[in-house]
């Protein structure tokens, strides 16, 4: 499975260089640090960008307990395809970031308490960065809890600082994890909470 999820991964990239960001599938601590010390309850929505192969979303379908939901939002097709096969039980749409809180109306009942990103925010556009920062604002309401991560050699680069500017603007300070090197690249995990 490793080898054909990666075999996939790297159709993905070349594909679409311009909106995958990393080399290779996270790997599983990356995963497991992008869910350390999350809590959801019944009643409560955790949506994903941009689950790709879905590296962080076998850790996250770990921790949805009963009544609480997933909503995963990924713009390539194929990748959607392999979601739902791998995981029939959670909820997976084709569509931008951009047009997250659009999207979200499905499921507009419940409180979003988490939001877990794959996005590469460190090639982002200014323009499409900014939407999507947009809609994770207009979801976030006290308590929720913004989750993302940037690899070690992009962290300085004026794209990613960028990002991390605008959110810290909108959402305060920001936690940022340990270098977790078993990863391809290495990466931290930096987490908002409002």
């Not at 990002?163 to 340990?178: A, L, Q, Y």
């Amino acid at each position: 499975m490793a080898e054909n999820t990666t075999f996939r991964f790297l159709g993905g990239l070349l594909r679409n260089p311009q909106h995958i960001g990393a080399i290779a599938p996270s790997s599983e601590k990356l995963a497991m640090a992008m869910v350390k010390d999350l809590e959801l309850h019944s009643g409560e929505l955790i949506i994903e960008l941009g689950p790709g192969t879905g590296a962080f979303t076998k850790q996250i379908s770990k921790i949805i307990p009963e009544g609480a939901s997933y909503l995963g939002i990924e713009r390539d097709p194929k990748f959607v395809k392999l979601l739902q096969e791998r995981f029939p039980h959670l909820t997976f749409i084709n569509g931008n970031a951009e047009n997250l809180f659009d999207l979200r109306n499905g499921y507009s009942s419940m409180k979003t308490k988490v939001i877990i990103s794959g996005l590469p925010f460190s090639i982002q556009v200014g323009e499409v960065r900014d939407n999507i920062i947009d809609g994770i604002d207009k979801l976030m309401t006290p308590g929720a809890i913004f989750r993302t991560m940037q690899y070690l050699h992009a962290y300085p680069i004026p794209s990613a600082t960028r990002f991390r500017r605008r959110m810290t603007e909108v959402f305060g300070d920001f936690h940022r994890s340990k270098i977790i090197i078993p990863n391809l690249p290495p990466a931290f995990v930096l987490t908002w909470k409002r």
